[in-house]
């Protein structure tokens, strides 16, 4: 996990239309870089909690495609669930990997 600066998107993230981040899965190399901006930063942009923010972008590590292939909107009450950790879709990471990384990138100055 990577924290950039807003100004430093289109620099790290060429190929992407984005205005908080971006991944790059290795998935041969079982390895995975997430670059995001500033937890409250995400959050005001997408006007989503940030562990959403940071499922998405993990769903990306585990393979899920660039173009959201299959991919659909949560409802408001999947959310809550999600937040909850009772609802687990299966290519998401777990509760626990989220809370580590969380934590992690919050921690960040």
Known sequence: M???AVEDIP????NV????GCTFPYLRENRCVVALIAPELAEQRMHLPYEIILRHELAHCSGWPADHHGGRALNAQEMEKILRGELLID????????SSVRHAHRSKP
Do not use: D, Y
């Not at 620099?11 to 060429?14: D, F, I, L, N, R």
């Open 2 to 4: 990577v924290r950039i």
């Open 11 to 14: 620099e790290v993230c060429p």
């Open 17 to 20: 239309r984005t205005t908080i």
């Open 91 to 98: 290519w998401l990471p777990s509760k626990e990997i989220l």
